[in-house]
């Protein structure tokens, strides 16, 4: 069980199964937003239904990989509570679809719930990157700072019709785990948990 939920390094196993099943969804299918026409939401939602099916199935099943890595790390009295609303969040990114795809006509207004809901994801994103190396060296913590600043700038511009960070937030996200995951496969910072490292 301990090697399951996660304090040795299968952890890393965890964050690189997450970090690839992120990667297939996203390559699968490009939703469309609130500033495309209602009637465009419904066609695409129409003509796509069954990929989008896929790639929140897909999206789902990340979220198992995703707590069981996020599980691995450091525990601190924020950590549970930031997975948690980062698990929850991306429940209801990844239901709306569903309900759109049920429920095409409602595609104009569900959308706009959607993009909301993806603001909050990358909020949730942006707080558990900082609590989750809330124990770690100084360079970890700056880099979980710069991809939390990506991730917030990415929520509040993205509704804005601002998408120059569309793509480089999510991949600020991923590249983090990943390297992460890495340091837990090599045995980096496998400490206790609770007790801080000695160098920082």
Same mark, same amino acid.
């Given at each position: 069980m301990t090697r399951l939920f996660g304090s040795t390094r299968v952890g890393g196993v965890w964050g690189i199964a997450f970090v690839v099943l992120l990667l297939v969804s996203a390559a699968m299918v490009s939703l469309p937003t609130a500033s495309s026409s209602a009637g465009a939401i419904s066609a695409f939602y129409k003509a796509h239904s069954a990929i989008i099916v896929v790639q929140q199935v897909v999206g789902v099943v990340a979220l198992a990989p995703f707590v069981l890595f996020a599980l691995s790390l450091r525990r601190n009295r924020w950590l549970l509570p930031a997975i948690f609303l980062f698990a929850g969040v991306e429940l209801v990114t990844n239901v709306l679809p569903l309900a759109m795809v049920a429920s095409p006509d409602s595609g104009g207004s569900l959308t706009v719930v959607e993009d909301i809901a993806d603001s909050a994801l990358f909020a949730a994103v942006a707080l558990f990157v900082v609590v989750a190396t &809330?124990?770690?060296?100084?360079? &970890?913590?700056?880099l979980a700072v710069l991809v939390a600043v990506l991730s917030v700038i990415r929520a509040v511009a993205s509704p804005l019709g601002m998408t120059a960070l569309d793509f480089v937030a999510p991949l600020a996200f991923v590249a983090f785990v990943l390297l992460l995951s890495i340091r837990k496969l090599a045995g980096v910072g496998a400490a206790r948990q609770g007790t801080a490292p000695a160098n920082r």
């Open positions: &809330l124990d770690d060296p100084r360079w &970890l913590r700056g």
